[in-house]
């Protein structure tokens, strides 16, 4: 079982522009939040020094006007990293590279909510068919000038 | 050499499921291999939005025809976690009695498939005919031989009385002599070794960058399950072996199936032996206050993970869902590379996928 303090410290020095925060769900889920632009870095850290291998799956969620990456890694206890995205540019970069596992993931959050993952090897659907015109279906409708939905 | 592109579905005898894979050979070997899901894909996540915490119920054990009873199971402890309810020591048990049974279920569903894509049949009708008794028990206590509809958040809506509880140990005293049959015939069966042993083997390294769970990862010594590492339900009160390998090929997987399904019979031992006594659930209010949360289960396929968020309302406004296969799905599309065409349908069963879990 690794140590959250720890964790968030050596965050801190990967990233310094940026105080890392931990707080904790529910049913003792660690969540940290993570600037986008610090994913890989991080993620990089929490494979390397901390041999946190396993990331269960990732939740992508329409928050208004962000959008929302739940990144959820397991080490015996849960450990999630939160990244928000822009609704309007929602990008970030992909973690194909370290943890292959996670091009399914990727895919899925795809499709469903919008999101870009740059750099991704094949980012092609992953349910959806390929001539699914109608948008992503997991974005909630926004109020229009009237406040309407 | 000349390569040939091989379609496999999405309707196709090796597979029970609607999946399209595209095996690229040279001559009989496999050199690439790609697939295409979504053919099952019903939108639960966004349906589930639309229903209340109660209805959701109902849809999310749809989301699996085989471990349907681990995604109520996982469900209600996210959504009791949000309630702050605490489900009474009887009804855990009754919640990880079902766990157990729906295990062997599909263990067994499991060894018939295989046995029937390597040729074997006697083996697919033993394991099927045992796998009756599993189906019965399930049956005599809830209605329902797939979709039992025993969780409710805040505990079960079934109980037992003495009669039943007898009943269900001479099943599964009958059903343990016939499982250790089995048993026999995987560790010694010359025929059931040589279509699987050293067959679609997985390393640690392998498993470990698709992130892959239960069966599949333990046959290749990861040494890990939620029911021991994160005990939910009533698995603290009870004890167990967590069966691993070291081979990572299919017939390690297999070891580690029929062992697991051992252990199972007897937890469910266990827990008639001990059942506490009182109520089997607690009310649970209709609206969820505000927050999130993350429920983890060890499905018979491995690690389920439900991620529920509440507005306060009484529907959610998020639920994900990940299921086992899909990481095993990631981790196939490596381990069917530089393999014989006629291995395939091992590979394939091996990792015990269930398509409809994957596309939800």
Sequence with gaps: MIEIEAVLEAFRATCPDHSFDASTMLTDETVIEIPAACLKEVVNVLLDTFSVYHLSTITGQDRGADLELLYHFWHGRGITLQVKVPREDARVSTLTGAIPGVDFYEREVGEMLGVTFEAHPGPEHLLLPEDWESGPPLLKEQPDEKGEA | ?360
């Design chain 2, 1 to 360: 050499m000349t390569r040939v592109t091989i379609p496999v579905g999405p309707q196709h005898p090796l597979l029970k499921e609607p999946l399209s894979l595209r095996l690229i050979a040279e001559g009989e070997r496999v050199v690439e291999a790609t697939m295409r899901l979504g053919y099952v894909h019903r939108g639960i996540e966004r349906l589930a939005e639309e229903r209340s915490y109660v209805q959701n119920l109902h849809l999310l054990e749809r989301v699996c025809g085989i471990c349907s009873h681990v995604h109520t199971t996982t469900y209600c402890q996210g959504v009791e976690a949000l309630l702050d309810l605490e489900v009474p020591p009887r009804g855990l048990m009754l919640r990880t009695l079902l766990c157990e049974l729906e295990r062997i279920h599909s263990h067994l569903l499991w060894l018939g498939v295989l046995a029937e894509n390597i040729g074997f049949s006697t083996v697919f009708m033993y394991a099927w005919r045992d796998r009756e008794i599993v189906l019965d028990i399930m049956e005599n206590l809830s209605g329902g031989r797939i979709a039992h509809a025993v969780n409710v958040i805040g505990g079960v809506r079934i109980d037992l009385d003495s009669d039943q509880i007898d009943a269900i140990r001479r099943s599964l005293d009958e059903l343990h002599g016939q499982v250790d049959d089995l048993v026999n015939v995987v560790e010694h069966e010359q025929t059931l070794k040589a279509r699987t042993q050293g067959v679609g083997g997985a390393s640690l390294e392998q498993i470990r960058r698709h992130c892959a769970v239960g069966p599949v990862a333990r046959a290749a010594g990861l040494d890990r399950d939620l029911r021991r590492d994160a005990p939910y339900a009533a698995y603290d009160r009870l004890s167990f072996e967590v069966v691993t390998e070291s081979g990572g090929d299919v017939w390690s997987a297999t070891r580690v199936r029929v062992r697991e399904t051992v252990e199972s019979l007897s937890l469910c031992q266990q827990i008639l032996d001990d059942l506490p006594p009182g109520e089997v659930a607690v009310r649970a209010s209709r609206r969820v206050p505000e927050g999130q949360v993350v429920a983890r289960a060890e499905a018979p396929r491995g690690e389920v993970i439900y991620y529920i968020r509440s507005d306060g309302s009484d529907s959610p406004a998020r639920i994900k869902i990940r299921t086992p296969t899909l990481p095993a799905l990631s981790m196939v599309r490596e381990r069917l590379r530089d393999i014989n065409i006629a291995d395939v349908p091992a590979v394939i069963s091996g990792i015990d996928l269930c398509v409809a879990c994957a596309d939800r």
